[in-house]
């Protein structure tokens, strides 16, 4: 981690601030299997009804399911609905 990053890190811990809007790093919530919301992304990679991947600060965002489709998407926010099986990090 670079030192900046280690300082914010450090800061928002101090000041019990959200590391993900200081970091710039994803949000990612799932409620069940059934919809995923992530936040602070940098743009689709891959988008069919089986596989979503999504570029982040933190890597790649594998999502793999059934009927996948992005139900709404914004600026810095995605949401994501259909049978969700997997979620994963690739570099």
Do not use: C, W
């Not at 959200?18 to 299997?33: R, S």
């Not at 743009?43 to 992005?70: F, Q």
């Amino acid at each position: 981690m670079k030192k900046n990053e280690e300082i914010k890190k450090s800061l928002a811990e101090i000041l019990e601030l959200p590391k993900d809007i200081i970091l710039d790093i994803p949000k990612i919530t799932m409620v069940g299997n059934l919809q995923i919301y992530i936040e602070n992304h940098k743009g689709i990679i891959e988008y069919s009804s089986n596989r979503i991947r999504i570029n982040t600060k933190s890597g790649v965002l594998r999502i793999i399911g059934k009927n996948l489709l992005i139900k709404n998407i914004i600026l810095e926010e995605i949401i994501i609905i259909g049978e969700i099986q997997q979620v994963e990090f690739t570099d």
